[in-house]
Every structure is written in structure tokens, then in C-alpha cells.
């Protein structure tokens, strides 16, 4: 067996190289320990405006629904034409590894702000179809992309980094149902394609401030032929997708059905949309606080810290009424949401040369766990009520701590 030899290269210090015999094979160099801002908010602005964007869908659907007469199964189903291209995230992520795609994160904000500003005034449904497939694919190529990108410029503050993308869709996604319920009482759905003026700027924006950013990575573009460790993906991605399974319901009840459990328990209606409003504002808290506090602590205890609170939380929520629901929601919204940086961290932390390729892979697979929580939660709420299906989400949550375990044996000599 050949001795190997590990030295500083003397014309470059920071390029370490491995000799065996006469052979010398440069390592891939140390990313850069110091968060680019200029980067980061670059992606974040993007990630951001398109988000908002993507939020103007669910309030469409009524309307499209009136102006078509579909029926509510009919328009509900639009929502998968967005949806579905979601799946191909991996692809575009290990594309994104090789080549420098830092023009679709670009473009994201331009191309879905026009799809979803023009998709009142389609002239059929198949049209529409055929437009929402493609905002579908902008959205999974931001998704794919952005956070390894992000995470790349992160430097140490990896947990933190994460916590800006997280927020920054959270925050846009919440503000695109205002920007659109007062746009069409101003403008009409006519007038709405004005709005683009506001997605091509920030694609523009985003462009400059990603001007010598390069979304491939060195080592893996050099060798188009190495094959991926599976054996290592998998020791991370199979606890990764068990803990998505156990978080599913939990989201499902929160984001889609929340208002309207608030309204089987006799609440307003004004006062069970304000409560999504409560529980992202509060989000947006919990994922900077997680992401910072994972960068310096174990993120797999912070991970398991978060897990329990949101059960404990969302129990008490069930026996508590009137005005000190307000806190509980807070709580649930903080606790929610800051689970997401640090899973994407967990993720990524590991796999330099597949960061874009594990980020893509690690969203699909919360995309399916998702889409196929919704109809579960649906189906259950008809059959019992909101009440037993909510409490049956969290109950779910606990087993998430046997993932975290999963993971903590696995990964022992890891940076998790």
C-alpha cells in the first residue's frame, strides 16, 4: 500500500495536497468562514418577492373558480400543476452543483411574478395549466438551488443563514395574500400584470448582487464521473424523511386547515385569518433564534428541544380558550417554523460537493410527505372534527425524537 503524505503547497498555502508516491492530488480548498451579506440577501431578496408571488394562488383560487366555473375540486386541483414540479428538485440540484445555474434563482421573481399576475386573464384552464407548470418550475428551481447557494456564502453561521432564506419566504409568502386582495379591489385581474414591474426589478437586483457567484462546486464539476455515496445520503436522508412524516400533519393542520379549526371552535372569521398572521410573524423569531443557536450548539439537541416544545405547546393549545389562545399561538408559530433551518443545515452540513443536489432532495421529499398529509387531515376532520385531528398531529410529533436518535447513532463522528 502506498504511504500517503499530507503537505502545504508552498505557491499556495491554503491548498493542502495528498502524495502517494509521486502522485500529488490538490483537496478541494476551505469555503470561506465569513457570511457574504451581499450573497445571502441577494438570495433571500429573491427568494422572498417570489414567495410572495407564490402566495397570490390561494386567494386566486376563488376567483378563477367564479370566472371559469370550476367546481371546488376542479380549482383546488390547479394547485398541483404548481406543485408537482417540485419532484424534480434533485435533478436541478445536482445539475446546479456541476454547472452555474445562478440565472434561474435569478429569474425565479420574474417568471412566477408574471405567471401568477397573468394567470387571471388566461383565456382557458389548460392554459392555465400550462402556466402554473411553469411557475412550478421556477419555483423548484429557487428551491433547489437557493438554500445550497445560500448555505455556500453562509460561512460558519450555516444554522443562521438558513434562518434568513426560511424567513424571507415565510415573510413573503404571508404578505402576498394582502398584495393581492388589495391589488384586485384597486386594479381588477386586468390590471394585475402591473405588479410585474415589481418581479423583474427585484430579478434584476438579484442578478447584480449575484454577479460572480458561481452555484457549481469546484471538485464535482471536475469530475463529471464520480458517483455519489448513496451509502452516506442515505444514512442521512432516510431519519430526515421519518422526521418529515411525523412533522407532516402537524404543518398540514397548521397552514391549511388552522382557520378552519379556529372556526369549528367557534372563533371569528376575522380572528381565524389574523391567526395565520400570528403564527408566521412568531415563525420568522423561532427560525432566527433556532439557526443562530445551532450554529454554535448540537443541532440535533436543538432539533429535539423544538420537537417537544411544539407537542407541549400545541396540547395546551386544546384546553385553553378566549384571549389566552394569543400567546399559545405565538408559541406554536415560534416552534413550528424553527425546526426548518436546522433540518436544512442537518442536511447540508455534510455534503459540500452536494449541496444543492441533498438541499433538492431533502425538499421533495417534505413535499410529498406534505401533499400527502393534506388530504389525510381532510379526510379525518370530515369523519371526526378538527379537534381530534389536530391532537392526533401532535401526538404524532414525539416519534420525531426516535429520527433524532436515528440520526445521532448514524452520524456520530459527524458535524451535526
Known sequence: ???????????????????????????????????????TGSIALAHGVHDMFSGFLPPLLPILIAKFGLSNLSGGSLTLFYSLPSLLQPVIGSLADRKNLRILVSLAPLVTGAVMTLLGIAPATWVMMLMLVLAGLSSAALHAIGPALNSKHAGVN??????????????????????????????????????????????ALT????????????????????????????????????????????????????????LERGASTWVSGASMTLIFGAGVLGSYIAGSLSDRYNRLSILAVVTISLFTVMMIFLRVDGWLQI???????????AAMPVLMSVVQVDFSEDRAFMNGL?????????????????RLADLYSFQTTFQLAAYMLPFGLIGLGWLQRLNKTSRL
Not at 503537505?7 to 493542502?16: K, R
Not at 425538499?363 to 406534505?370: A, D, R, T
Open 207 to 262: 442578478w447584480r448582487g449575484l454577479r460572480d457567484v458561481d452555484t457549481s462546486i469546484e471538485t464535482v464539476r471536475n469530475q463529471k464521473g464520480k458517483p455519489k455515496d448513496w451509502t452516506k445520503i442515505f444514512r442521512v436522508i432516510l431519519p430526515i424523511a421519518f422526521i418529515n412524516v411525523t412533522r407532516a400533519m402537524m404543518v398540514a393542520s397548521l397552514s391549511t386547515y388552522f382557520p378552519a379549526f379556529l
Open 362 to 378: 431533502f425538499l421533495s421529499i417534505n413535499f410529498v410527505s406534505g401533499a400527502l398529509a393534506v388530504p389525510v387531515v381532510g
Open 158 to 203: 450555516l444554522g443562521r443563514g438558513m434562518s434568513f432564506w426560511v424567513n424571507a419566504g415565510t415573510l413573503g409568502y404571508a404578505l402576498g395574500t394582502i398584495v393581492l386582495v388589495s391589488a384586485y379591489d384597486l386594479l381588477g385581474l386586468s390590471g394585475l400584470p402591473i405588479l410585474l414591474i415589481v418581479g423583474a426589478s427585484i430579478s
Open 1 to 39: 500500500m502506498l504511504d500517503t503524505i499530507a503537505c502545504v503547497n508552498n505557491d499556495n498555502p491554503d491548498e493542502i495536497l495528498i502524495e502517494e508516491s509521486s502522485n500529488a492530488l490538490p483537496l478541494p480548498k476551505q469555503e470561506n468562514n465569513h457570511t457574504s451579506l451581499r450573497v
Open 327 to 337: 400567546p399559545i399561538l405565538l408559541l406554536m408559530g415560534f416552534f413550528e417554523i
